[in-house]
């Protein structure tokens, strides 16, 4: 599938449309960690960040998801453009004192938000550290997201490498990974993390400077996951 531009606001996006139960689920890649998901009248946010986006701009949502409480990944900012008071708000729990009155999962977790299912899986650093001893995303703190919604299972894994438990989630149909150093997963990471969840598609996001011509490469003969490159530095 090819990316179409979907103008929002004034605001011009990248986006694809996944056929599913209950509707056409339509996924809009706002920037970086940042992604909007719209089926039959309800929206779905994962980590808004005013940075990528004018939410003022966009629909509101229905449910937000924050993987972590780092700056490019919770914006009490822009969630506030779009929360409105029937909206669920699911966090980890050091994102809860910038985001009162959201709903804490902690790895493992499970629920049921407005028809959607939400499993919180763990996200975290083994290899790149900030010193000797201190990863940049300790084992714990960080969720990243398996959502399931009519039928599709569309991972988000936040700020990761990877980890052994990926092994351990069900199908998934679309993967969205992490690729930047020394934060997150070198493409060879993201490689062996594919072959690991076996998606249908991948979207490398949160990829910055890195060349995804090399993951390309490295899964050029991989016959059961599609690679789609979009605007997700």
Do not use: W
């Not at 990248?14 to 998901?37: E, K, Y």
């Not at 929360?83 to 980890?92: A, F, G, H, M, V």
């Not at 072959?195 to 249908?200: E, F, G, I, M």
């Amino acid at each position: 599938m090819l990316a179409a531009g979907t103008a929002i606001g004034q605001q011009q996006f990248q986006s694809d449309v996944i056929t599913a139960a209950g509707g056409d689920i339509t996924m809009t890649f706002l920037g970086h960690g940042s992604i909007m998901l719209a089926q039959a009248g309800k929206t779905i946010y994962v980590d808004p960040v005013l940075r990528y986006a004018d939410f003022n701009l966009l629909p509101k949502a229905d449910l937000i998801l924050v993987t972590h409480e780092h700056g490019d990944h919770l914006d009490s900012i822009a969630i506030e453009m779009i929360r409105k008071p029937t909206t669920s708000i699911l966090l980890t729990q050091p994102c809860l004192r910038y985001v009162p009155g959201g709903e804490v999962m902690g790895n493992g977790d499970n629920r049921t938000v407005q028809g959607i299912g939400v499993e919180a899986v763990p996200a975290y650093n083994i290899v790149h550290k900030r010193s000797k001893e201190i990863p940049f995303h300790p084992k714990g703190v960080g969720n990243g997201y398996v959502l399931t919604i009519g039928g599709i299972r569309i991972y988000f894994a936040g700020d990761t490498e990877d980890i052994p438990e990926m092994a351990r989630i069900d199908r998934i149909d679309y993967a969205f990974l992490p690729m930047n150093v020394p934060y997150t997963m070198t493409p060879a990471m993201v490689a062996a993390a594919v072959r690991r969840l076996n998606p249908k598609v991948l979207y490398p996001y949160h990829f910055g400077n890195t060349d995804t011509a090399i993951l390309l490469d490295l899964l050029k003969n991989d016959r059961n996951t599609e690679v789609r490159i979009r605007n997700l530095k």
